[in-house]
């Protein structure tokens, strides 16, 4: 079965540019969610949508930061315009919400991303 | 952001040797899980636990979500080259899951 795949893998682009990474769950699941990994915080929850509905914005870091969920399949995470302080890898992972919503989540490899 | 305590940061054993990590929280959590994440890859689940007290075997790997829900340890027997890596603890209520600042491994052969 396929895991969460994620594209790009790696973007390097100058600064004030938009960027845009992409995902797309696990078949089946209906929560998605956001993470960065940086060295000195580790991995931070950013956003998660529960049914393509956003749910938890408030780890977004600022305005730049847009996130959307058009259907079940694919989620966005755009940053305009970026800034160095946001190279970083960005992950999205999926899970199933069944009854007791303790699903663990399955990451997909990562965006790696350096704004020079 | 993090509010797991994982410990130790790091650890450099032989081969052959037998690892312990473990996670604190000052929170309860409903499910205590267990990742590993390769260089350049993001994290694998590497076992899920559910109930308090419970102990879940997966190969070499062996954990257990603490009686008080708020700790939890992984155990790797006869490490092997392979088990390098960072290994993450997570605590998870719903959908709010939380990670450790992660143990780095290195297994010299």
């Known amino acids: 079965d396929a895991g969460v795949i994620q594209s790009p893998r790696h973007e390097v682009t100058e600064m004030g540019q938009e960027v845009t990474l992409r995902c797309k769950p696990i078949?089946?699941?209906?929560?998605l969610f956001w993470y960065r990994q940086t060295m000195m915080r580790g991995l931070e929850l950013l956003i998660y949508?529960?049914?393509?509905?956003?749910?938890?914005d408030s780890g977004m870091p600022e305005d730049r930061f847009s996130a959307k969920m058009p259907n079940a399949s694919f989620s966005t995470l755009k940053i305009q315009p970026s800034e160095p302080r946001d190279s970083a890898v960005y992950f999205c992972?999926?899970?199933?919400?069944?009854?007791?919503?303790?699903?663990?989540?399955?990451f997909g490899d990562g965006t790696r991303l350096s704004i020079l | 952001g993090q509010q797991l305590n994982q410990s130790p940061q790091s650890m450099f054993i032989q081969e052959g040797e037998d690892v312990s990590m473990n996670c604190t929280s000052s929170?309860?959590?409903?499910?205590w899980l267990w990742y590993k994440q390769d260089p350049g890859e993001g994290p694998v689940l590497l076992i899920a636990?559910?109930?308090?007290?419970e102990l879940t075997s997966n190969g070499r790997l062996t954990a257990q979500f603490g009686i008080t829900r708020k700790d939890s340890f992984l155990n790797i027997s006869a490490s092997i080259p392979s088990d390098v890596g960072i290994y993450f603890c997570?605590?998870?209520?719903?959908?709010?899951?939380?990670f450790g600042a992660g143990t780095r491994l290195t297994v010299k052969p």
């Open positions: 992972a999926s899970s199933l919400r069944g009854g007791t919503g303790n699903q663990p989540q399955h």
């Open positions: 078949s089946g699941h209906n929560s």
């Open positions: 949508f529960n049914n393509n509905v956003p749910i938890d």
């Open positions: 929170s309860i959590f409903n499910t």
């Open positions: 636990l559910y109930k308090a007290g």
């Open positions: 997570a605590g998870l209520n719903n959908n709010d899951m939380r």
